[in-house]
């Protein structure tokens, strides 16, 4: 159906449309997470299979969804991918610039130590 509309739209709608029903795919995808959970359960619950490694799991896979759906939309929703490369990259370079600073400072500090020596 997007298709057939597409030709009334403008280039930038038809991407973000694009954007959106990628985004709506995979969060539709992770509730499958929870059937995982849910099936483990059951087969703990009736003696079928049970272990602690299986317990944990039950409750990883359920709390898998609302870690990972913010993800997706950071990942897949182009403004917010952005802002985040920019943020990371921020980041980074004022870690680089600290990491600089303290290099040089620690040679000064091993200059004065073996002066003093």
């Known amino acids: 159906?997007?298709?057939?509309?597409?030709?009334?739209?403008s280039g930038r709608t038809v991407q973000m449309h694009s954007a959106l029903t990628r985004v709506l795919t995979f969060q539709a995808i992770l509730p499958v997470f929870i059937s995982f959970a849910v099936g483990s359960y059951g087969l703990c619950q009736l003696d079928i299979v049970c272990s602690p490694t299986q317990e944990h799991f039950i409750?990883?896979?359920?709390?898998?969804?609302?870690l990972?759906?913010?993800?997706?939309t950071l990942n897949f929703v182009a403004p917010y991918k952005q802002f985040v490369k920019k943020l990371?990259?921020?980041?980074?370079?004022?870690i680089r610039s600290t990491s600089q600073v303290s290099t040089k400072e620690i040679s000064v500090f091993h200059s004065k130590v073996v002066s003093l020596s």
């Not at 159906?1 to 739209?9: D, G, R």
């Open 59 to 66: 409750l990883e896979s359920a709390s898998f969804i609302p």
């Open 88 to 94: 990371s990259k921020l980041e980074f370079d004022q």
């Open 68 to 72: 990972i759906a913010p993800l997706i």
């Open 1 to 9: 159906k997007l298709k057939s509309s597409a030709s009334k739209m």
